[in-house]
């Protein structure tokens, strides 16, 4: 499986970004999918997830409300819709697979992407 991110950049707190993850030698509808992110000088954090049906998805709290995780299976891509973001949202963010669990452990996934930078200015 392989994974691709885009969609980051540099936005002013109160705006939006929309990743995408695009993925490769496998259907979504095999794969748990779930985003994660890492600040400078920080451990890797769990942001959102996304079952294999689609039909479960989990946040972390400090983005309940403001981030939806959604996949198109057409496009076999995963995305992430970011509002109202603040400077605390600012990290790598890396989009990441699994065949077999749901879950907000990042040991757990096999497959990961590049990462792509998110900046929230102040």
């Known amino acids: 499986v392989q994974l691709q991110a885009s969609g980051g950049g540099l936005v002013q707190a109160g705006g939006s970004l929309r990743l995408s993850c695009t993925a490769s030698?496998?259907?979504?509808?095999?794969?748990?999918m779930g985003w994660f992110r890492q600040a400078p000088g920080k451990e890797r954090e769990f942001v959102a997830a996304?079952?294999?049906?689609?039909?479960?998805?989990s946040y972390t709290d400090s983005v309940k409300d403001r981030f939806t995780i959604s996949r198109d299976i057409a496009k076999n891509t995963v995305y992430l819709q970011m509002n109202s973001l603040k400077p605390e949202d600012t990290a790598v963010y890396y989009c990441?697979?699994?065949?077999?669990?749901?879950?907000?452990?990042?040991?757990?996934?096999?497959?990961w992407g590049q990462g792509t930078l998110v900046t929230v200015s102040s």
């Open positions: 030698g496998r259907t979504l509808d095999s794969l748990f």
């Open positions: 996304i079952s294999r049906i689609g039909g479960t998805t």
């Open positions: 990441a697979a699994d065949l077999s669990v749901l879950t907000r452990s990042h040991t757990t996934y096999a497959y």
